[in-house]
């Protein structure tokens, strides 16, 4: 079955400089989470989006920002690295949202490993 | 963040003993979530739970969702070397038709062979 795809896989930048991360989501789902993982630290939740807009925010930082495109992958631009945001970055989806159908499943992507130096 | 208490931290045993893990939280969730890590690759949906007192299994884990709806036990019977790993719990909260993941603060698992 089709999974989440992360890309890059890896990822080295220096301070000052910007990356972006791309996540296309499993088909047919219309939404999609962002979370950072630090060294021995649990998923952080940053962002997320349903449908092509954000319907969560979480510890993102100010010099990170996010969007969902119409064929439902998304991108997390990050500016001016620090070396603080040397982690692991997951990008999740799941399927649509039905109140008469609560069952609820998040699937995660392999993840990019970013490293600022 | 909100986070679940997640217990234990870190479990050392050997191959072939049960292993039990939990979370806990003082907020009620709709679903639980388990997850195992592997170092350097994104977490692994294992078992979902959607009802409370649900009971469910998948080949060696079984999990279960908590008749308070505010914890989730996780075991795995007969363990391997390759269950090593981080073991994640995730409740579900839905408010006003949005959606939110928590997560726990995981259990790192070594098997000794």
């Known amino acids: 079955a089709a999974g989440v795809i992360q890309s890059p896989r890896h990822l080295i930048k220096e301070k000052r400089e910007t990356a972006t991360l791309k996540c296309y989501p499993i088909?047919?789902?219309?939404?999609v989470y962002w979370y950072q993982q630090g060294p021995g630290q649990d998923p952080q939740f940053l962002i997320s989006?349903?449908?092509?807009?954000?319907?969560d925010k979480g510890s993102i930082p100010d010099r990170f920002s996010a969007q969902q495109f119409s064929d439902y992958h998304s991108e997390l631009n990050m500016s001016s690295l620090e070396l603080g945001d040397s982690a692991l970055y997951f990008c999740?989806?799941?399927?649509?949202?039905?109140?008469?159908?609560?069952?609820?499943?998040?699937?995660f992507g392999p993840g990019t490993r970013l490293t600022v130096t | 963040g909100q986070q679940l208490n997640q217990s234990p931290q870190s479990m050392f045993i050997q191959e072939g003993e049960d292993v039990s893990m939990n979370c806990t939280s003082s907020s009620i969730f709709n679903t639980w979530l388990w997850y195992k890590q592997d170092p350097g690759e994104g977490p692994v949906l294992l078992i979902a739970?959607?009802?409370?007192?649900e009971l469910t299994s998948n080949g060696r884990l079984t999990a279960q969702f908590g008749i308070t709806r505010k914890d989730s036990f996780l075991n795995i019977s007969a363990s391997i070397p390759s269950d090593v790993g981080i073991y994640f719990c995730a409740g579900l909260k839905t408010t006003s038709g949005t959606y939110k993941y928590i997560f726990g603060t995981g259990t790192r698992l070594k098997v000794l062979a």
């Open positions: 088909p047919r789902h219309d939404t």
């Open positions: 989006f349903y449908e092509k807009m954000q319907s």
């Open positions: 739970l959607y009802k409370a007192g």
């Open positions: 999740a989806s799941s399927s649509p949202f039905r109140l008469a159908d609560p069952d609820h499943e998040q699937y």
